[in-house]
């Protein structure tokens, strides 16, 4: 699962300092994550970040100075639909038009649909954690996925705490290339438990 093919790196500090911010902007921001950056200009800018490609998503770990992260209607146009979800130490402070202002605390994710305009910024993301997986997943098996809250999944259900623990274990672990489509199956069913569907799975059979 970590091979080279399955593994991609990033890090602000092997370009050259007068470039960082334009190159993580375009690049980073623009063309690879379809969303605008801004960093604060009060604050030395730091991005690394170290991303599992697997099928149907992708997880990523990242250590990141304050920033705003903004999906625009400009951005938009590229029809993706993809849904991210993204925990950080500091928690995150977001609107989204249509819904409203939220807020989360650290740990809690931020539900980000990319089909949606929102706007994040984050104070403290010395660690930082995203899932960006297909909507198509979880369309069978979350009912009215759309009236899931965007700050509802925090750490106080088992479901919430399980699903955390078991992203964060596939970044510190080295496996077989072959489990990649079984850790995509697993997330899957953790996810529609986390997002309110598969009762089934929620409650004893006995």
């Known amino acids: ?11 602000a500090d092997d370009i050259p300092e007068d470039q960082r911010d334009e190159f993580i902007r375009d690049f980073y921001g ?10 604060r200009a009060d604050t030395p800018l730091k991005f690394s970040a170290r ?4 099928p149907e998503m992708n997880l990523t770990k990242g250590n990141v100075s ?11 146009a ?8 993204s925990w950080n130490k500091g928690g995150y402070r977001f609107t989204m038009p249509g819904r ?3 807020s989360t605390d650290p740990g809690t994710a931020a539900i980000l649909p990319m089909d949606r305009r929102y706007s994040v910024a984050s104070e403290d ?6 899932l960006q997986f297909k909507r198509s997943l979880l369309v069978p098996l979350v009912k009215n996925l759309d009236d899931v809250r965007p700050d509802s999944l925090g750490r106080t259900l088992p479901a919430h705490r399980l699903l955390f623990d078991y992203l964060w274990s596939l970044l510190h672990i080295e ?10 199956r697993h997330i899957t069913d953790l996810l529609a438990v986390s997002f309110g569907g598969m009762e089934a799975h929620t409650h004893s059979p006995w």
């Open 78 to 85: 590229d029809g993706n639909d993809d849904i991210i979800l």
């Open 66 to 76: 304050p920033m705003v992260w903004e999906r625009n209607s400009g951005l938009m």
């Open 1 to 11: 699962m970590a091979s080279a093919d399955r593994v991609a790196m990033f890090s």
């Open 175 to 184: 496996e077989p290339e072959t489990l990649a489509p079984l850790a995509s």
């Open 125 to 130: 993301s010395q660690w930082t954690m995203a």
């Open 30 to 39: 623009r063309i690879q994550m379809r969303l605008d950056i801004t960093p």
């Open 51 to 54: 991303t599992l490609i697997l």
């Open 100 to 102: 409203g202002d939220f």
